[in-house]
């Protein structure tokens, strides 16, 4: 079945609060934004361990892989400064995220509260929220620095964001573009949306397994078509 056409499940009818990733999930991956970040992280790593840019690229998508994030690999073997590093790689191009008013309405109307949980900063995500043209629409963008610098897929990230917010998982669902950052969610009870690129996306700074779609039970439902989805369910 084509994803962006798979009818979303009335059954999310029990939630009450909608917590979506940012990058690659509220803008499409196609739009390549991450790609200016991925790029800039290379570059960061180039100057850090004075690699070349091929055998900095390999570390940077190990530390990223093994660690959740690369500056969270960068934090346990170099004692990167969280700060320097998150204000170095966003300094980006934000035009290629472009105004998406449909997206925005079907997120205003969802009902109960919304949350970002994200692995980057809370500048960039309003950057981004700026430029969909939605920039009142969530409570919450709960950060990398609210994570105290553990992110997703390690179950610290989730289970400060639940206490910290009063949020009940089984009436909760999460919408990521990584499958493995759905995992912990779908062991608490949340639903899990899988946000995927479009069948043809090919991009040479994207490794397979970040593309990777899966069938596995943390996988709940899978969309390429987020604004379609949500607006199934209304």
């Known amino acids: 079945m084509n994803l962006a056409s798979r009818p979303a499940p009335a059954r999310l009818g029990h939630v009450t609060d909608w917590v979506f990733d940012l990058d690659n999930t ?3 991956r196609e739009c390549n934004l991450f790609a200016q ?13 004075q690699l070349d840019f091929e055998a900095a690229r390999a570390l940077q998508k190990t530390y990223y892989r093994d660690f959740g994030t690369t500056l969270n690999g960068l934090m346990h073997r170099h004692a990167v400064d969280p700060d320097h590093f998150l204000t170095t790689v966003h300094a980006i191009d934000y035009s ?3 105004p998406h008013p449909e997206l925005v309405a079907a997120i205003r109307d969802l009902p109960g509260r919304k949350f970002i949980l994200t692995n980057g900063d809370t500048g960039h995500a309003r950057s981004v929220l700026s430029r969909l043209g939605g920039d009142d629409l969530f409570e919450v963008v709960h ?9 997703k ?17 089984t009436r909760a669902v999460m919408f990521d573009d990584l499958e493995k950052n ?3 969610p779908h062991e608490v009870g949340m639903a899990t949306v899988q946000v995927v690129a479009g069948a043809d996306f090919v991009h040479e ?14 996988v709940h439902h899978v969309t390429a078509d987020l604004a379609g989805f949500l607006r199934e369910l209304q």
């Open 37 to 49: 970040i991925d790029i800039r992280i290379t570059n960061y790593v180039m100057d850090l361990t």
């Open 153 to 169: 897929p390690h179950r610290e990230a989730y289970d400060g964001f639940f206490a910290l917010y009063g949020i009940d998982p």
């Open 26 to 28: 509220l803008y499409p």
């Open 205 to 218: 700074q994207v490794d397979a397994w970040e593309l990777e779609r899966t069938s596995g039970p943390h």
């Open 143 to 151: 950060d990398i620095r609210a994570m105290t610098f553990v992110p």
């Open 96 to 98: 290629p995220v472009t």
């Open 182 to 184: 759905l995992v912990v």
